[in-house]
């Protein structure tokens, strides 16, 4: 195979907030992003799925340089962007975009959507010719699936899935390889996020882009990824092929989310729930379970787990695991 | 058998800057003791105004016609004490967002005594034993314990439990679930979906669960409306609507929930197009832009099919079993 595009090195991001008021200030850590690491390469894509706070948006951002890791390398075909200038990384970012949750929170309401997808261009090429501009934009608008005489038009004359249809030529009117799409479909309605995600997984294809999905749902990431990686406050549970993951999980908490899928078949649903479900809430960030992050929530837990922590492994079959009875479970789905 | 709540030909308009907008236009539907119905919808559907304008929670620019009988006596034209009489005792609401449903301010005990001490007059001590038990019964951990902390210091599932419990604790006959799961990590999601199915059980109390996602009520209802632009396209039983689902928007929405449980090589179905704007609804079929079997006849408004068991459709295409029980332009008339 050929040399991965991005490659993600024992990446962290820590946060500190201040608690206890003024005399008695107590410094605390949360740890967003705890030591990821992954590689992907051209026209892939990878999966990223946890629940809310498990890291994953943070992750994203720390990927692109727009937060700065605390620890850890982010290396863009084969140059490091962590710790370049902010004007190198800057240029970096042409070749790096994303794509944000909610489209009509994430566009500017008094810009037209032409402006809106022209935008990069005239902070990267403010030479270019405005009709080339004006060109180039019609032509992404089109490519997106939008109607070119919408230019003109504000964001609130579009619904829901069409704002997102204009993020998405925002981040791709620079001629990206990489795209980093955060909970692209999470705000839309069912019937228009089929549409989003076929949408995307087509311009990858045409495009050859290198594509990073990250979703709070097993079933969003399925059609679109290749790989799949779980996150658990911060960490990465499991970082498996994709039908090897959804036909047999690894990790207990890969077990856990789909099992939390709803399916849409009364017959089906009712004898899916004999199994039990997860128990409890995810643990306090600030006050974080020893051993086995999840092992507090694990039904497969032993003594070891409580003490000692799981390193991420890789399989023989090359699938990646942070769980010390991976190979003694069998968590396949029926 | 009668309804417990019958509500006939009801509309929602709001008054804006750009027109009226038809929130709900003519829903008919029951709801029988013990029994529980979902109104499942896309955002814009008008499933949570449709039961807000019954509930007098409509904005100031809201208005509402048509009647809603509960047990009898119309709850639209009621006169807002009686209606707070009706409201927490009788009917009961759990909304989306449990976050900023509780008062940040108020203990859980405080925020959970008040209702009942309001409405059935108990004691400070009788009241706080009723709030403990109803703690326990949506399986909070050492509810004594934790009925004195304040909603921060509950996690987003807890707090949805203490919701859920604040709706339970008149023991109301009709409790109104508005996306009761939907603002939850999946895997709690999960937990408060199988809470709800339990507390059905349980109970003889009625339920109406409103979602925009079809799989979370494939377990947990007995009837299922799907809405769409403000009307009722389908009526039917969770085994009609599953299994053979009439209308092609019904269809479409089965079709394009991604699932675990099929082959993943498949394109995902989608229904194309974009909702139509309630300001400007398309005359005839509102769906007719999306719809795939769509013909030129869909211009004029479909009829209504009734088939056994109230089951409906409003569509052109025909319903195995069923009659045409209003005629398109009869409906266009009357409105």
């Known amino acids: 195979m050929s040399k991965p595009v991005l490659r993600v090195q024992d990446l962290a991001v820590t946060f500190t907030s201040f608690t206890g008021g003024l005399l008695q200030r107590q410094e605390r850590q949360l740890r967003a992003v705890d030591g990821i690491s992954f590689e992907l390469y051209a026209g892939e894509t990878l999966g990223i799925v946890g629940e809310s706070g498990s890291g994953k948006s943070t992750l994203a951002r720390a990927i692109l340089g727009l937060i700065t890791p605390n620890r850890g390398r982010v290396i863009w075909r084969g140059e490091e962007l962590t710790g370049l200038e902010e004007e190198e990384l800057r240029q970096k970012r042409k070749e790096l975009q ?88 999470s705000a839309l309605d069912v019937s228009i996020q089929a549409q989003i995600i076929n949408l995307l997984q087509d311009l990858q294809k045409k495009l050859g882009l290198a594509l990073i999905f990250i979703a709070h749902d097993l079933s969003v990431v399925r059609h679109i990824s290749d790989r799949v990686m779980v996150m658990y406050m911060g960490q990465a549970m499991e970082v498996s092929e994709k039908s090897r993951l959804y036909r047999r999980p690894l990790h207990p908490y890969t077990n856990a989310l789909m099992k939390s899928v709803p399916i849409p078949d009364p017959r089906l649903a009712a004898a899916a729930r004999q199994d039990s479900w997860l128990t409890g809430d995810m643990p306090s960030p600030y006050d974080r379970p020893k051993g086995c992050i999840f092992h507090n929530r694990c039904p497969y837990r032993v003594k070891r787990c409580e003490a000692d922590v799981p390193a991420l492994r890789r399989m023989e079959n090359g699938d990646w695991v942070a769980c010390h009875r991976a190979e003694e479970l069998d968590l396949s789905i029926e | 058998m009668t309804a417990l709540l019958k509500v006939s030909n009801l509309d929602v308009r709001f008054d804006t800057r750009e027109g009226v907008v038809k929130a709900v236009n003519g829903m008919d539907f029951e709801i029988q003791e013990g029994e529980t119905l979902a109104i499942v919808g896309e955002s814009g559907a008008g499933k949570s105004q449709l039961v807000l304008s019954f509930m007098g929670l409509l904005a100031e620019n809201g208005s509402v016609s048509g009647e809603a009988l509960f047990r009898g006596r119309d709850l639209l034209r009621m006169k807002p004490k009686e209606l707070n ?15 900023t449903s509780l008062n940040p301010f108020l203990t859980i005990e405080k925020q959970m005594t008040e209702v009942v001490r309001h409405h059935q007059g108990l004691r400070k001590d009788e009241a706080r034993a009723h709030a403990v038990e109803m703690l326990r019964a949506v399986r909070i951990p050492d509810p004594e314990e934790r009925i004195r902390q304040y909603p921060h210091e509950y996690s987003g599932g807890m707090r949805q439990r203490v919701m859920i419990a604040i709706g339970l604790l008149c023991e109301p006959e009709l409790l109104i679930a508005d996306e009761p799961s939907t603002a939850l990590d999946v895997t709690v999601q999960a937990q408060i979906t199988e809470l709800m199915a339990e507390i059905r059980k349980e109970t003889r109390m009625s339920l109406i669960l409103i979602t925009h996602d079809l799989a979370v009520v494939a377990e947990a209802a007995d009837r299922i409306i799907v809405m769409y632009a403000g009307e009722a396209v389908e009526t039917g039983s969770v085994d009609d609507i599953f299994y053979r689902p009439q209308h092609p928007y019904t269809r479409g929405l089965l079709a394009s929930v991604p699932r675990l449980d099929r082959a993943s090589d498949d394109e995902l179905q989608a229904i194309p197009g974009n909702p139509p704007n309630l300001l400007d609804l398309p005359s005839g079929c509102h769906f007719r832009d999306r719809c795939s079997e769509a013909t030129e006849q869909c211009r004029e408004r479909p009829p209504l099919w009734l088939a056994e068991g109230g089951r409906t459709s409003r569509c052109f295409l025909p319903m195995e079993g069923g009659e045409i029980a209003a005629r398109g332009n009869d409906v266009e008339e009357a409105q």
């Open chain 1, 98 to 185: 994303i794509v944000f949750q909610d489209p009509v929170a994430s566009l500017d309401p008094r810009m037209t959507a032409g402006d809106i997808i022209a935008e990069p261009l005239w902070t990267f090429y403010p030479n270019m010719a405005r009709l080339q501009v004006e060109e180039r934009t019609r032509g992404m608008m089109k490519v997106v699936g939008l109607l070119p005489n919408q230019i003109n038009r504000y964001p609130h004359e579009f619904s829901g899935g069409q704002c997102q249809r204009i993020g998405i030529a925002r981040s791709l009117v620079l001629n990206p390889r990489l795209l980093v799409c955060d909970e692209p479909v």
């Open chain 2, 85 to 99: 009489g009706i409201r927490g005792r009788h009917i009961a609401m759990i909304f989306q967002d449990p976050m």
